[in-house]
């Protein structure tokens, strides 16, 4: 027998749950694609704002930069004005590339600074060192003192409120003199103070299994690239889901992890880029984050 107390009860519970609903579906479907702008590096230079529109326009809702310059802004754009491009077109940009030659080769942190007034605009989470000139990273000695400085550079990030992260290619995982740099930066860099983005292309071009990295530094990687392999020409990438690496094994382990960003990159075209990223980013939220 239902009493009024009861019923009051469950009809509580019932209003309850259906104010969460709409909190729950969004939990759900909250998963959204971002796009290496580097993947449009032809085309950037040129038109800047008819690209990020059409970026938009192929169902992105973040971005990720690169190729900041204090003097060039943003393809000849400002911080201010790429952030008003951004906002007029529905994108935001947890994440950018800025290079940081100057780091290793000097200590100097005014590429790091450069990189944070551009980050505080854009309103990123992570700036994120791309690259390392193999001139840095020759020895085992040049490895250690790489790993130096980025934790030098982590903690100057960090006092500005945001957070550094890691690129990785594939010789960050090639041995030198006994050591990989990928294993010594995660075990010698703090979770609270660098994350790792994985570019999950060339961690599989290098033999490795990213699951295993997963499971060996869980909640490190907070950002992947999702580029995939072309089946005839591992040096080649081709849209998501066309290739040969097996993102479903890789999402799986999502959760452990710590991944929060989904980026969509691509370097080498055998049809349209603006198709291919299409192509890419509705494979990616209908079979692999739906």
């Given at each position: 027998m239902i009493t009024r107390r009861t019923f009051i009860a469950q009809a509580g519970l019932i209003?309850?749950?259906?104010?969460?609903?709409?909190?729950?579906?969004?939990?759900?479907?909250?998963?959204?694609?971002?796009?290496?702008?580097?993947?449009?590096?032809?085309?950037?230079?040129t038109d800047v704002k008819g690209v990020i529109a059409k970026v938009a326009q192929a169902g992105y809702k973040e971005v990720e930069v690169y190729g900041y310059s204090k003097e060039k802004g943003f393809w000849g754009l400002s911080p201010v004005e790429f952030k008003a491009l951004l906002t007029q077109h529905g994108l935001t940009s947890p994440s950018g590339?800025?290079?940081?030659?100057?780091?290793?080769e000097t200590g100097s942190m005014q590429e790091v600074d450069d990189a944070i007034a551009a980050a505080k605009v854009l309103g990123h989470t992570y700036v994120t060192m791309p690259y390392i000139n193999i001139k840095f990273r020759k020895t085992a000695v040049d490895i250690k003192k790489i790993v130096e400085k980025v934790n030098l550079a982590a903690a100057h990030i960090k006092k500005a409120g945001l957070k550094m992260a890691y690129h990785n290619h594939d010789f960050e995982l090639m041995p030198v003199e006994g050591v990989t740099l990928y294993e010594e930066l995660l075990k010698g860099t703090k979770p609270n103070l660098v994350d790792f983005e994985?570019?999950?292309?060339w961690v599989v071009?290098?033999?490795?299994?990213?699951?295993?990295?997963?499971e060996k530094y869980p909640g490190r990687f907070t950002m992947v690239h999702v580029k995939d392999m072309d089946k005839q020409d591992n040096k080649l990438n081709t849209e998501v889901g066309s290739g040969s690496i097996n993102f479903k094994q890789i999402f799986a382990k999502a959760k452990l992890a710590g991944v929060k960003h989904y980026i969509v990159e691509q370097e080498n075209f055998k049809i349209d880029p603006y198709l291919s990223i299409a192509q890419s980013n509705k494979f990616l939220l209908d079979k692999l984050l739906s």
């Open positions: 209003s309850a749950g259906l104010a969460l609903a709409p909190q729950l579906l969004m939990a759900k479907t909250n998963k959204v694609a971002g796009l290496q702008l580097y993947t449009l590096r032809a085309q950037l230079p590339h800025y290079g940081m030659d100057q780091l290793l994985m570019d999950l292309y071009r290098a033999g490795n299994d990213p699951v295993k990295w997963f």
